[in-house]
């Protein structure tokens, strides 16, 4: 078990100067799982593989439980990893490699066998502990991976996508397992993925980066509720959040101009008196709004369906506004409502559920936590 500071990191690759990772400083909690989630390039692996020790620190420090480990080595920081790639010894048996860092460590027989066992039944690889990798499937190869990283008890447990190239169904079980895993063994966990749906489903908490930057590090519900910024409120969420031109009318409302019309989105929170009569972007969650074919006069948009998405229990909605530019957004709504393409209707937002930018980051303070 292990608290992880990162104090002000950096990972600067002298060839060509590129900024991997920019100044980042969070912390993992003993026995949290943490999900560093973002976009392809926005610096998740190159900061795991700092905190593995499979790369050199540039600038700042990474401490493990308040020792500074930037000269240790991975075996030093005892650390256990488990990537993408299965990485497996090809000549040995699914048990020998479950057990292989135990007996690396001099562990007595009767001990690897025991721990082995109790891996194996977690993981469901009783039944193909005598067979060779080659033999088995990419899901099953995968837990042999994962079985290998959790057995040594590390103080640090960093998985790098280790499921993204599995089948849905797939996946869905060993994410399971993986926090099984985690909960049972009471590890400290830090999760790298561009899957928002997979972090969501096993985090305690997510770090959000992009183009090297720390964006936001908080609970699902938190960055949910209150983006820092405009990336984040877009990146985070299926589907994205929508956003659509406006104008801050008072500190209590926004306009946008369409050709119904001047419609009235009231909004909640705090304004700066800079913003008004300014324009401004609205941001507001599919899942947040209320699809209706009456007329409303407030807290509404008006539009036309163009593409139905039937998602099982829900139904995607993409519907084209009438305001300038005819911009699309998207609502979700139950499967059993039935719409038509092309029929009108009226986007219904909550004044707690609209989001308003100004450029990047928001203009409005939501429930007390400042603008990022």
């Not at 006069?297 to 008006?302: I, K, M, T």
């Amino acid at each position: 078990m292990s608290r992880i500071d990162l104090d002000h990191i950096w990972k600067i690759y002298p060839r060509g100067d590129v900024v991997a990772v920019q100044d980042v400083s969070f912390v993992c909690k003993e026995r949290e799982f943490l999900a560093i989630l973002g976009p392809s390039g926005g610096g998740k692996s190159s900061t795991l593989r700092m905190l593995a020790g499979l790369e050199d620190i540039s600038k700042g420090t990474i401490s493990f439980d308040g020792k500074v480990v930037n000269e240790l080595g991975p075996a030093e920081r005892n650390v256990a990893l488990a990537f993408e790639s299965y990485a497996l010894y090809q000549r040995l048996s699914v048990y020998e490699n479950i057990a292989f860092p135990l007996k690396a460590r001099g562990m007595k027989r009767s001990e690897v066998e025991k721990k082995v066992r109790y891996m194996a039944e977690l993981m469901d690889l009783v039944p193909v502990l005598d067979t060779y990798p080659a033999e088995l499937a990419g899901g099953h190869q995968q837990r042999v991976s994962l079985a290998r990283a959790f057995i040594r008890k590390p103080n640090v447990t960093l998985l790098d996508e280790p499921i993204s190239h599995m089948d849905q169904r797939v996946r869905a079980e060993l994410r399971a397992r993986i926090r099984r895993l985690h909960d049972d063994l009471g590890l400290t966990t830090i999760y790298v993925t561009h899957d928002q749906a997979e972090a969501i489903s096993l985090c305690d908490r997510l770090v959000i980066l992009n183009e090297a930057k720390l964006q936001q590090i908080g609970t699902v519900e938190e960055i949910w509720n209150s983006p820092v910024n405009r990336f984040v409120a877009y990146f985070v969420g299926e589907p994205a959040m929508n956003f659509v031109d406006g104008m801050v009318e008072n500190d209590k409302r926004a306009i946008v101009a369409t050709s119904a019309g001047k419609a009235v989105l009231p909004f909640t929170g705090t304004l700066e008196k800079q913003y008004i009569s300014s324009k401004i972007t609205i941001g507001f969650r599919p899942q947040q709004v209320t699809i209706s074919r009456k007329k409303v006069d407030q807290g509404a948009l008006v539009g036309s369906i163009k593409i139905i998405e039937f998602q099982g229990d829900t139904s995607i909605l993409t519907i084209k506004l009438a305001n300038e530019g005819g911009t699309e957004v998207k609502a979700v709504v139950e499967a059993t409502q039935q719409y038509q393409p092309d029929e009108s209707v009226w986007i219904q937002i909550k004044p707690d559920t609209i989001h308003l930018f100004d450029g990047d980051y928001p203009a409005l303070q939501r429930n007390g936590s400042p603008k990022g």
